[in-house]
């Protein structure tokens, strides 16, 4: 599948500046990397979403807190 993907000024530079410094073989490589981390990314956060959700149903919690400097927990 070929996708044409008009960049403005900035990323085209950045992507090429990728490119020259050799992190990626291509422009089109690096576009693939960065359309599958959005995916990625993109499941990670609703599975959080759905984690908190199933936490925030469940009524009960314990908040925790962080002591403030100098107290001690005892």
Known sequence: M???VELSPEL???VNEKVRKGEFLT???LV???VR???EDDAEIA???ALLQEAAESGDYLELT???VGQHRT
Do not use: M
């Open 2 to 4: 070929t996708v044409r």
């Open 12 to 14: 085209e530079q950045a």
């Open 27 to 29: 422009a089109d490589d």
């Open 32 to 34: 693939r990397q960065a």
């Open 37 to 39: 981390r959005f995916i």
């Open 47 to 49: 599975h959080t979403k």
């Open 66 to 68: 962080e002591p403030r």
